[in-house]
């Protein structure tokens, strides 16, 4: 059964910076590509940013602006994203997956609240 486990969200201020942490089980996961995506009410959940599964190739969406850096321990079977510079608009409730194609299977999220 996989299990996505997401952690470290939280309240900050407008150029603060959060750690985002997921741990997967239940998938093969240093062979999973691996992605995080973020969600906010009436909108469509979006993806941020994608590693590969070696972590040797990463992608990110233009709106991530250099901001976020996506990293990965394949030991841990954990995904991390690093957010600096942080706007209000990037609240949202963060999510970890399978990149591309996610897994029918998505974790309860991690809220992420920026305060103007």
């Known amino acids: 059964q996989v299990q996505l486990v997401e952690s470290g969200g939280g309240l900050v201020q407008t150029g603060g910076s959060l750690r985002l942490s997921c741990v997967a089980s239940?998938?093969?996961?240093?062979?999973?590509?691996m992605g995080w995506y973020r969600q906010t009410p009436g909108k469509q959940r979006e993806r941020l940013a994608r590693?590969?599964?070696?972590?040797?190739?990463?992608e990110y969406a233009d709106f991530v602006e250099d901001r976020f850096t996506i990293s990965r321990d394949n030991a841990k079977n954990t995904v991390f994203l690093q957010m600096n510079s942080l706007k209000p608009e990037d609240t949202a409730v963060y999510y970890c997956?399978?990149?591309?194609?996610?897994?029918?299977?998505w974790g309860q999220g991690t809220q992420v609240t920026v305060s103007s």
């Open positions: 997956n399978r990149a591309p194609f996610p897994l029918a299977s």
């Open positions: 239940g998938v093969s996961f240093s062979s999973t590509p």
């Open positions: 590693i590969s599964s070696g972590g040797g190739a990463i």
